[in-house]
């Protein structure tokens, strides 16, 4: 993955999905967070808990994880 690829987080976490198939979930979305765009461990915890992995009251939406990981995807 190259950042100049990608127009978001929520790119990001669609193309991780793609590439990784069923191997997909918030544990390699992390791990793929922190490898390849260096973001923070907290920050890619954070990041785990997107509408898109499950729901609940605490889920991001797309705005929240565009918000969490534009210190990291804005460069």
Partial sequence: MR???????T???REARTLLGERFSSVTFMYVLMRAFE????AACDAARWHEFHGGPRALSDADLEKLL???LDR
């Fill in 11 to 13: 790119d990001v976490a």
């Fill in 70 to 72: 534009a210190p990291w």
């Fill in 39 to 42: 973001v923070e461990y907290a």
């Fill in 3 to 9: 950042l100049a690829d990608f127009t978001g987080a």
